[in-house]
């Protein structure tokens, strides 16, 4: 989940040029990143809040089933916490606890897969648009601009609609989910792309007219090696801070979508769907929506700070 | 060496653009900010009932919705000639009396209806109300330029509807129709405000007062309309019986969490159309009563047994298994909160249920034994299989919550005798799309499918949904008989009852037509799909009904 | 300069041809206007045949957007259902300034679109203003004090008010202040609508009904500007043109508003410049929940309704609006940073 973020990222800091590390022989730019983020007290919470969720969403299916958590028992339904049921029962006596490890999984696999679709989109138009402007420029921009046009969650509303119930039921890691799920990763990367395209291509319109860059095209450098190893890291930054809001924008899109009644349907739960099953109950039983509330909120600050803590410790111009 | 220092451009640009935001922001405001003085004269010495909403009406008038919402709204501003009240008996609006043999007003072949109206009725301008309106109404529907929603019954039931002097109606059916109590004259359109429209246009589907009917017939007449706000009704001083409240206000209020939320602070004092998950929360309340309504809506599972069904379904004890296996009463009990019963059949809690037509009982062990003698038998993984074929349905529903609910604890009855089942959910737009509009349910493309039917001309009984002539096909892109069930001896009794204008003769037919869905299995009540209204203990006098919700709301008072 | 605009203006035409296109596309076939026709049954079948054809649905998808285009009072069509055109079609196309009919209301879509349009702009329009002046305060301060303990407490609240999801914190809201407070005898808040029957529309019952909706969506947008503003301020300040600035001797009064913020809004503007069209759409759940009559209700209820008409208006309107506003960005970005050029 965060493992993503980092690993690629750090990998093109990697790859980025010694010539300007600050730090003299000893620091390699992956370690000062790794110093800079480990002093960025927040994204070390929000790593260890994150490692924390997902080893109870991961864990959690080793001790309960999902069989467990799809089971109804309607005689003890709405009932609040107990031994039995440490988080209580929701509207039809399911397990809240088991549901919120399986619905984490898969709120945690939407927003993940979302932001991979969305950032393959996004870096890539934006990336060629700015760098290479002209004709290029106005045709992916029109595209992104036909896209923004539209405001992303009466897309999401439209495209929910027009792929729902479209795609079948299909097993992944040995667990049966309802297709809905495809549909919404799809859905929520296609509509959410264009902010980060429009980020990557305002500063790569910035970049490319700096002394740097023109030296490496003066010195022959080919395009895609100028974007790749000259640009593309200088525009981290912005990046980084939209993909991780991106994660956690994913996540809350599932919530919404749910909440317009188009999002994962049952039996597979979501902490989206949960949160939405929870909505009219909220002063009569709070169990129902606090935890899954409760990991929502805790996994989109967490990625967050993760976010913010990569952004700081990234930037080769931070110094610290 | 391009940092210039320009200081004041960044200034002015965020102050112009915070200016901008306030210009944009305070614009629309002004307006209204002098609205009200013209808007609400007397604003704060009348009396003001509030009706909370969750859809607002397409149309106030009748001819262009059909809509739920709009419907129970014209016994407020748009009586017709008598409405039905919370016993479901006709309450004479606009007539003076009700037809029947005994008075003459139903002919002997039983084809022609006479109806006389009553002669101090006056539209809210004073004009009165006449038999001419109603053959101008009449008119109106029938008309090819008009888009209207629906003909039923003019079309293709009644031959001609005439005139008799000013007061007398008299409607020939083409051949004796029973549905007529319930279908004829709903509403009636005033001829003096719409006539001059259709003359000077063409149609009327675009006529100011559709959205506008600032001239009506009842206690109340329509003064404004927001729109995704609310309507406002104020007292019609031309009306025969006066009402007791000064205005009703009906606030749209989309969200029924927020509805309900707004019950709760008491700032609506009905609320309507609520969701039973809900009564429980509103009834600690103290301060409203809930009102459960029968309307004639019941939740049942309709079975595909056509041709892109699954195979097991056609066999009648398969049907009869999953009756068997499925705990309506506990569904009943547990998530509808006991508010509701099980339904033997469509027509459960009117004149035409019969007490000894009872629901299938819950009998996990004969449905079992049925699905043994079927032939199918259980696999390795639980799953009942014939020849190769796995015992797996598919489930569809649309997304109302209780019904997704069931959804999940009919998934794990089933799988107690060893049926899987598939959960499937459209939208409603989707759900209960046409076969020619490649609707999934009309398409056949289900198992078990679950909502909840009204017969169309309710109270009345009438329907033709299982007959063979309304089975969807390319011949037949509209049909609505979703189970492609065919019986041409269920056909006919059908068509007798619909004929039959004597009550105990048809109660008697749809003795017979029960007993043969029921011992078909082709419909099983899930559960009554009772209406939920909840009424502000500030209000005296409200008796809802299921038919025409608001019938007395001149009756009405404030505490 | 003028030659840009007037290029761009020209390309916007194929954009909006495209956009469309595709909407039109999709939203045709995201349901059936009549399936239930908002009742909670579907209509008779005869009637459904006699609507079809009135309503022109009858037609091939590419022809009823064409017609929806250019109209089609320049053909016959068939209006008693013989089967035979007979007279000249009614719709002028928006093309031609037709927006339309609404299949629900028979409405005029321009006429729905218009009632909704105040009410949105007055929502969202306050939203925006008091965003960004909070956003810029918590963001140019967390900026100036990284990792102090009130940059690391204003962060923090930031993402908790985004993290949570808005319809959740809106009926919470709601129930706090609305229904509670008026339970406990404080001083309370109204739940729905923008007045109160009783009193009327009053410029103070509409503010009164707006300050829950208003807080509700100020906690999520307020995280997402903050954020960027704070970002950008601070990859300005670590450049080494500020230090420069800085060893000079400059005041940081004049760091921050000369040098600084300027070059920081380039961030802010492409925020702005993206989200002030899109207010026009204003917001479909909080207009929901709070029973606010914007646009975002009016589409939320006619796409339940699969109403291609309005909802095409009301999408090409932003369209429109998201055009000239990336013009205006545009045009912003030069005058902010000289650097950037147009040909």
């Known amino acids: 989940m965060t493992g993503f973020v980092t690993d690629s990222k750090t990998q093109s800091v990697l790859q980025f040029p010694a010539e300007d590390a600050q730090g003299g022989a000893v620091l390699t730019p992956g370690r000062l990143a790794w110093r800079r983020f480990r002093r960025h007290r927040m ?77 393959t989109f996004g870096v890539l138009v934006g990336a060629l648009s700015g760098y290479y402007g002209g004709i290029i420029d106005s045709v992916l921009m029109r595209f992104t601009e036909a896209m923004f046009s539209i405001p992303s969650l009466f897309l999401l509303i439209v495209m929910s609609k027009f792929f729902g119930g479209r795609v079948p039921s299909f097993d992944v890691f040995g667990r049966t989910l309802s297709g809905s799920v495809i549909v919404i990763v799809g859905v929520i990367g296609l509509t959410s792309w264009m902010y980060l395209a429009r980020l990557v291509r305002a500063n790569f319109l910035s970049l490319k007219q700096r002394d740097f860059v023109l030296a490496a095209e003066c010195l022959g450098v080919r395009n895609r090696d100028v974007i790749v190893r000259h640009i593309l890291p200088n525009s981290l930054a912005p990046i980084i801070v939209a993909a991780t809001l991106g994660v956690a924008g994913a996540i809350l899109s599932e919530a919404y979508v749910s909440f317009l009644g188009l999002g994962v349907q049952p039996p597979t739960a979501s902490w989206g769907n949960m949160l939405e099953n929870a909505y009219n109950y909220l002063e009569s039983a709070p169990w129902l929506w606090f935890f899954p509330g409760l990991f929502t909120v805790l996994t989109v600050l967490s990625i967050n700070f993760i976010g913010d803590g990569l952004r700081d410790a990234l930037d080769p111009r931070t110094l610290r | 060496m391009y940092t210039e220092h320009r200081p004041p451009r960044i200034r002015a640009l965020v102050f112009a653009l915070v200016l901008a935001l306030l210009v944009t922001a305070c614009a629309p405001a002004a307006p209204q900010g002098a609205a009200p003085e013209a808007a609400a004269p007397e604003a704060s010495a009348s009396s003001v009932a509030t009706i909370s909403f969750t859809q607002e009406p397409d149309s106030l008038n009748p001819l262009y919705t059909t809509m739920w919402f709009s419907g129970i709204l014209t016994d407020i501003y748009l009586v017709g000639l008598w409405n039905f009240n919370d016993a479901v008996e006709p309450t004479l609006q606009l007539a003076r009396e009700l037809p029947s043999a005994e008075n003459g007003g139903i002919s002997e072949d039983g084809r022609v209806i006479t109806v006389h109206l009553r002669e101090d009725a006056a539209w809210s301008d004073g004009e009165p109300v006449t038999a001419a309106d109603f053959i101008f109404t009449y008119e109106m529907i029938m008309d090819d330029r008009n888009m209207v929603l629906t003909r039923a019954p003019y079309d293709p039931y009644v031959e001609s509807i005439v005139a008799d002097g000013d007061y007398t109606l008299v409607i020939t059916f083409k051949e004796p129709y029973a549905p007529w109590v319930s279908s004829i004259f709903n509403y009636v359109l005033p001829k003096h405000i719409l006539a001059p429209v259709m003359e000077a246009e063409g149609t009327i ?56 939320a707004a019950i709760k602070a008491g700032d609506s004092d009905i609320g309507v159309y609520l969701s039973f998950a809900d009564v429980p929360g509103l009834q600690e309340l103290g301060t409203v009563s809930i009102i459960p309504t029968p309307s004639g809506f019941m939740e049942g599972f309709f079975f595909n047994v056509g041709e892109n069904g699954h195979p097991a379904l056609k066999d009648v004890k398969v049907r009869q298994a999953l009756a068997y296996a499925f705990n309506r009463d506990q569904i009943n009990q547990d998530l509808l909160l006991g508010l509701t019963g099980t339904p033997a059949s469509p027509w459960d809690l009117s004149p035409f249920a019969s007490p000894d037509v009872q629901p299938w009982p819950y009998d996990p062990e004969m449905a079992v034994q049925l699905l043994d003698e079927a032939g199918w038998v259980v696999g390795a993984d639980g799953i009942r299989e014939k020849d190769g074929v796995k015992l797996n349905l598919r489930y569809a529903t ?70 063979c002539r309304e089975i969807p096909s390319a011949e037949n892109p509209v049909g609505d008989n979703w189970s492609y069930y065919c019986n041409p001896q269920l056909d006919e009794l059908f068509d007798l009852q619909a004929r039959t204008v004597d009550l105990d003769e048809r109660i008697a037919i749809y003795g017979q037509i029960k007993q043969m869905m029921l011992d078909e299995m082709i419909w099983l009540g899930v559960w009554q799909d009772n209406d939920m209204y909840s009424v502000s203990s500030r209000l005296e006098g409200v008796r809802i009904s299921g038919v025409d919700p608001f019938w007395n709301i001149a009756d009405w008072m404030i505490k | 300069m003028t030659q840009y605009i007037v290029r761009r ?199 009164w009904h707006m300050v829950l909706p208003v807080i509700s969506l100020s906690i999520t947008y307020v995280a997402v500007y903050s954020r960027h503003i704070r970002a950008s301020m601070l990859e300005v300040i670590n450049q080494d043109y500020i230090r420069t600035a800085r060893s000079k001797g400059l005041s940081n009064r004049s760091i921050l508003w000369g040098h600084a913020l300027k070059n920081a809004s380039l961030s802010l503007v492409t925020l702005i410049g993206l989200d002030l069209p899109l207010l026009l759409a204003g917001a479909v759940v909080t207009e929901r929940i709070f029973a606010w009559p914007g646009m975002g209700r009016l589409f939320l209820d006619h796409v339940e309704r699969v109403d291609v008409p309005v909802l095409m208006g009301i999408l090409m309107l932003v369209s429109v609006a998201v055009v000239v506003f990336q013009l205006l960005t545009d045009i912003v970005y030069t005058w902010l940073d000289p650097r950037i050029r147009y040909h």
Do not use: C
């Not at chain 2, 209780?402 to 060893?418: C, S």
């Not at chain 3, 329009?125 to 100036?144: M, Q, R």
């Not at chain 3, 102090?148 to 959740?168: C, E, K, L, R």
């Open chain 1, 43 to 119: 994204a070390v919470a929000g790593t260890l809040i994150m490692a924390a969720l997902l080893l109870y969403v991961i864990g959690g299916s080793f001790v309960w089933s999902e069989s467990y958590a799809n089971r109804t028992e309607t005689g003890n339904r709405l009932a609040a916490p107990t031994l039995e049921h440490p988080f209580g029962t929701d509207a039809v006596g399911r397990d809240v606890l088991a549901r919120t490890v399986y619905g984490g999984q898969i709120s945690l696999l939407i927003g993940v897969s979302a932001v991979l679709v969305s950032l």
């Open chain 3, 9 to 207: 203006s020209l390309q916007a035409i194929p954009l909006l041809f495209i956009i469309s296109v595709i909407l039109f596309l999709l939203m045709s076939n995201m349901g059936d206007p009549l399936a239930t026709l908002g009742g909670r049954q579907p209509p008779r079948g005869a009637d459904r045949q006699r609507l079809e054809r009135q309503m022109g649905l009858d037609q091939p998808i590419y022809l009823q957007y064409v017609y929806w285009l250019v109209g089609n009072d320049w053909r016959k069509v068939d209006t008693n259902g013989d089967g035979e055109p007979d007279t000249n079609g009614t719709r002028r196309g928006i093309l031609r300034g037709d927006w339309g009919t609404s299949l629900v209301t028979r409405r005029p879509v321009l006429e729905m679109i218009w009632e909704r349009l105040p009410n949105t702009l007055l929502l969202m329009g306050t939203v925006e203003v008091l965003v960004i002046l909070i956003a810029l305060g918590i963001g140019i301060y967390s900026a100036l004090r990284q990792y102090s303990a009130a940059d690391n407490v204003m962060t923090a609240f930031a993402f908790i008010g985004y993290s949570m999801p808005i319809f959740w914190a809106a009926l919470m809201l709601m129930y706090i202040f609305a229904v509670n407070f008026k339970r406990w005898g404080l001083p309370y808040f109204p739940t729905v609508g923008m007045y109160d029957p009783a009193v009327g529309k009053t410029a103070s019952q509409v503010i």
């Open chain 2, 205 to 260: 589907d675009n006529a100011e007062w559709n959205r506008n009917p600032t001239v009506g017939v009842g206690p109340y007449v329509f003064t404004e309309w927001e729109s995704g706000s609310h309507i406002l009704f104020s007292r019609n001083e031309n009306h025969w019986q006066q009402a007791n409240i000064d205005r009703i206000f009906v606030r749209m209020t989309p969200d029924d969490a927020a509805q309900v």
């Open chain 2, 398 to 467: 649309n997304m109302r919550d209780v019904r997704l609910d069931t959804q999940v604890v009919a998934q794990d009855m089933f799988r107690e005798v060893g049926i899987g089942v598939e959960l499937i959910n459209h939208p409603s737009d989707v759900f209960f799309a046409a076969y020619s509009a490649g609707g999934p349910i009309a398409s056949g493309e289900y198992d078990i499918a679950s909502w909840s039917s009204q017969p169309n001309a309710y109270p009345d009984p009438d329907t033709a949904r299982w007959t």
